[in-house]
């Protein structure tokens, strides 16, 4: 049914909650994986005389995704995964994974979502609901249990473990 599953990942507690519906389906349909960690762009919000040593935090921000995605390939622990460094700072994040979708032909999205709300989705918005209008492709969108999120604000560590299908 799906050839080919494209799953993101940023590192965190919650996007970690993708993985294991992927490896899932993956290994269900015998599908190839595309695990997609996209740099954040660097933002600089400075008042006054400030020094920001970009080339040193943009290969910070890079070895930390190669860390991400090294943890991340280990928990899918599934052979036929490719891994894709996104490294665009001329995109967002929901542009950044509509591009990985077109050039990897990927006919199915999985990706986690913070479900936010009210006031909270009106100032932080939705990657998810922004890539959801502009994909014809289904996408497998994991929210966070109501006992897992209190852990999922800044953790980096994986709670994989407790998703279920």
């Not at 997609?36 to 762009?41: E, F, Q, S, T």
């Not at 660097?42 to 080339?55: H, M, R, S, T």
């Amino acid at each position: 049914m799906f050839n080919h599953i494209l799953v993101t990942t940023d590192g965190s507690a919650l996007s970690h909650l993708a993985l294991p519906f992927a490896a899932d389906l993956a290994r269900k349909y015998d599908s190839a994986v595309t695990l997609l960690y996209i740099v954040p762009p660097q933002v600089i919000v400075a008042e006054g005389i400030y020094a920001f040593d970009y080339p040193a935090e943009h290969q910070r921000l890079v070895q930390e995704g190669a860390h991400f995605l090294e943890h991340a390939l280990k928990a899918l622990n599934y052979e036929k995964t490719q891994v894709v460094r996104f490294e665009r700072e001329d995109l967002k994040t929901e542009q950044a994974i509509v591009h990985e979708l077109e050039r990897t032909g990927a006919d199915l999205l999985v990706m986690s979502t913070h479900g936010r709300s009210g006031l909270a989705h009106l100032f932080l918005g939705s990657v998810a609901e922004s890539v959801l209008r502009q994909v014809k492709i289904p996408v497998l969108l994991i929210q966070a249990p109501a006992a897992v999120a209190p852990q999922l604000s800044t953790d980096h560590q994986p709670v994989y473990q407790d998703a279920t299908l």
